[in-house]
């Protein structure tokens, strides 16, 4: 039995063993009545291994029988796992503030998946680490300068008298935008997080730049719609060029983790060396490392690179709000996949070639483009991209990956866990940690294999 089978049985039975403690009342709706579990059977390998047999709850007949041996469709995810399981403690100090004026003298965890070896290296070893024959699959989107900040018209608020020690200041406050998705170019309308959002309902009309008010402003917006996680549409009047303002006004998104303002430099430190198109709220950080005299030893070496996009959305890192993890849906991402590069992937599917993916939303992308056609093969596409991945999910294209070190609890470390398994991922976290790696965006990275 393979590793990933093993880690699917051994996450199955934690999970078991936690079910009764957290997240019962889920079942408890459905009339199972949750009760101590029991461990049936948890065997060896071989024919005394050939079933692993739980109680979960105490319904007639719920037993779970995994055939080691057989197909294996029930394990392409798990049940009851919970976000808690993905946990841990991180101090704040070595939480990445600063990008390295080096990029490729970023730390570099190597991890095993063979032997469970670390090791511990920096970015310039990495394409040693590439076999002469893999495919390396990098994800060349392009950071929006997405952060606006404005003033309400405030066509939609209530007044207030003028005996309120509040009314100096009525209508004063700054609002903070975030684009996060593009939803038509004629007119501009997007997805956005707006805060303060509660105050902000539909019809009211924000203003950004110059003065940010009806007679001097750069762009205008009105609140057309609600999303079902909170955020906003937001309908832009329309200007000549609304990239060339956004780029001149608008601020580099820096995730909440990074306790400064964006700065000039970030406009460059937070993009990869091959950023084309423009569409991502959030950079992907697996790839900042890169520089030109990597990517000139990469192809000294002969070996083959390809770019697919996703635009990184709220899907990427939206914060998982549900206790089990199968309980949460992903945002969707506009991803594409052109017809060249999807026919240099299937050409080194066909050959048993590994596939290096750099960074989790090309992981992602092409995890989810293999299952876009009956027959499994990757084709020419664009579309929207939803696919969570957590422990338990069969992976059919990626042999590999590159990332960075990533939030607790978050869906990009289920992500490594599902590839690299729990235990082994935490482990190295913890050895991370331990070493005082950089985490985060800005921080140090890991190759997983």
């Not at 400064?260 to 406009?267: A, E, G, L, Q, Y």
């Not at 935490?426 to 940690?433: G, I, K, R, S, T």
């Amino acid at each position: 039995m393979g590793p990933n089978a093993l880690e699917r049985l051994r996450l199955l039975s934690y999970r078991t063993k936690r079910f009764p403690q957290k997240g019962s009342h889920k079942l408890a709706r459905a009339g199972a009545r949750p009760v101590r579990p029991k461990i049936v059977y948890h065997g060896g390998h071989g024919v005394f291994g050939f079933f692993r047999i739980f109680s979960v709850v105490s319904v007639p007949l719920w037993l779970i029988f995994i055939p080691i041996g057989g197909p294996q469709k029930t394990l392409r995810h798990n049940r009851f796992v919970l976000v808690s399981d993905f946990d841990y403690r991180l101090p704040e100090e070595l939480i990445a503030q600063e990008p390295l004026s080096d990029r490729a003298a970023a730390r570099l965890l190597h991890l095993s998946r063979s032997d469970d070896r670390l090791r511990d290296l920096v970015f310039r070893d990495f394409p040693q680490l590439l076999r002469p024959d893999d495919l390396l699959v990098f994800n060349n989107t392009k950071v929006l300068p997405a952060r606006l900040w404005g003033h309400r018209s405030g066509s939609r608020a209530q007044r207030l008298s003028m005996q309120n020690p509040a009314t100096k200041d009525f209508l004063r406050g700054r609002v903070e935008v975030l684009l996060t998705r593009q939803l038509s170019a004629n007119p501009p309308e997007w997805e956005a997080l707006v805060h303060p959002g509660r105050k902000l309902g539909l019809g009211e009309r924000i203003y950004f730049g110059g003065e940010a008010d009806e007679s001097s402003h750069e762009l205008a917006a009105e609140i057309v719609g609600r999303g079902t996680f909170g955020e906003r549409h937001l309908r832009f009047d329309p200007v000549d060029d609304f990239f060339g303002v956004l780029n001149r006004i608008g601020h580099i998104p820096l995730p909440p983790y990074i306790d400064r303002p964006d700065t000039p430099s970030d406009r460059e430190s937070y993009q990869t060396i091959y950023a084309k198109p423009l569409g991502s709220v959030a950079a992907p950080t697996a790839g900042l490392h890169f520089t030109p005299e990597i990517l000139e030893r990469i192809r000294e070496r002969g070996i083959e690179t390809v770019e697919v996009t996703l635009h990184v959305g709220l899907g990427t890192f939206q914060p998982v709000r549900e206790e089990v993890v199968e309980e949460h849906k992903l945002h969707r991402e506009q991803y594409e996949i052109s017809a060249d590069a999807a026919q240099r992937i299937q050409r080194a599917r066909d050959a048993g070639r590994r596939i290096v993916a750099v960074g989790t939303t090309t992981v992602r992308t092409l995890e989810f483009a293999a299952r876009q056609s009956a027959d499994g093969r990757i084709t020419a596409q664009t579309g929207q991209a939803d696919i969570f991945i957590y422990p338990g999910f069969e992976f059919r294209v990626v042999g590999a990956m590159l990332t960075n070190f990533h939030l607790p609890k978050s869906t990009l470390l289920m992500l490594v866990s599902a590839f690299a398994g729990r235990e082994r991922t935490l482990q190295a976290y913890e050895h991370a940690v331990r070493q005082r790696y950089r985490f985060y965006s800005y921080g140090n990275c890991m190759f997983v294999e």
